[in-house]
DNA sequence: GTCTATAGTTCGATAGAC
DNA sequence: GTCTATCGAACTATAGAC
């Protein structure tokens, strides 16, 4: 059948010019995932997108629940790790402000959704939405690979406000991390609400930057006495 | 069949003393859908926990679809009600301070969250989910019922604030609601932050007013020329 | 490794008895 | 109005050719 004998023909030329099939098919799966949840997706959608045959995703990966979760863990590990690096370069340089804690905290993910080239932006809008759930695999996922950084800059931001007692520290550290994934969703929220004005067009540094100052002076008023 | 019988008994029971099973079904999609998001719900398990039947959906609702856009729409103007309320009690008494304005804006929202008897939590849940949601139906929701009070709320924000302009009044806006949205879907999140410490329990009124003085410390930096 | 074909299940929705 | 029964479609997952 010819119609077959091409498609043969154009999967061996992408072999040579993509990258391997397994990633091909979790950078689509963070995307479909992003777009319609868990239960929105599917593995034919998935394998559609990533070029790919629906049989393959049980093949590599064993389950759409197994693929969900290799999804939601991959990046995870090197966010956290260049939010420890930005931690390391700043502590070399004595006690950080809280404005430079927050921002090697907030950095690392609104950049991810500022990335113009690759699927950074999809994996931000997956962890806005296993954050805000309230499953059991929401919680675990979340737990798994958020858990320990959470805590590390829960030590940060008290170290850097005096007066700031653990309970409020980790109100900080949440309500910094709401806003965070607010910013990470790209709801069009904004420029809805700003019509019939145009929405001023934003860079990544002045919109973190204004998110900083907003969460900065709101943490330093949970430590004042009134 | 005695089965059957004995049904028609209980369900005949029920007609008294319990509300329709129109208003069962609402509930109980609430419910559903807030816990496992449109596409993870179904209706039979809707019908199920609404103790009734499938059927009975698509004869009140016509559709699984506009079962969810009426479970949606139903308490948000009694929400926007209640803030409007809020809103024209303080106008009665002169300019509202911007912690007033927060907490007419916070406190129909976060009150449901808190509601021990029934299904406000519910709904709570299920607007944290639409509101963060990217799709085109969550957008379309969420300007439907919100738009209109979001823009009543970024005047007050802004006229309560001196020196605070349109955009910046936006985006002190999209802040709340973030921080609201957060603290209305209960992802045990400060619990397992705080662990091995017991969270301190909090009332209501103490974590609105922690709240409050968060966001208010926060839009005024914006406001702040540095 | 990658495909086609399909098994087995569950879904939303409907028809028709009562 | 509310039920039972069921349809057709879509899903995840697997079997087996290549």
């Not at 858990?147 to 590390?152: G, K, P, Q």
């Amino acid at each position: 059948m010819a119609e077959a004998a091409q498609r043969r023909v154009q999967h061996a030329e992408q072999r040579g010019t993509r990258r391997d099939a397994q990633e091909a098919i979790l950078d689509a799966a963070e995307q479909v995932f992003a777009e319609n949840g868990f239960h929105g997706a599917t593995t034919r959608a998935i394998a559609d997108q990533a070029g790919a045959n629906a049989a393959l995703i049980h093949y590599y990966f064993g389950s759409k629940e197994a693929l969900f979760e290799t999804v939601f863990a991959r990046r995870a590990g090197a966010i956290n790790a260049e939010r420890r690096a930005r931690l390391a370069t700043l502590r070399a340089q004595g006690q950080p402000s809280l404005e430079q804690v927050l921002d090697a905290l907030l950095r690392p993910t609104v950049a991810l959704g500022h990335d113009p080239t690759r699927g950074g932006a999809h994996y931000a809008r997956l962890v806005a939405h296993v954050a805000q759930g309230t499953d059991a695999r929401s919680r675990r996922l979340t737990g798994d690979s958020y858990d320990a950084i959470a805590r590390r800059f829960i030590e940060e931001i008290a170290a850097a406000v005096p007066g700031l007692d653990r309970v409020q520290a980790v109100h900080a550290y949440l309500n910094t991390i709401a806003i965070g994934i607010a910013l990470m969703a790209p709801t069009g929220r904004a420029q809805a609400l700003m019509a019939p004005c145009p929405a001023p067009s934003e860079t990544l540094d002045e919109g973190l930057a204004r998110s900083v100052r907003f969460i900065a002076a709101g943490i330093r008023a949970l430590a004042a006495p009134d």
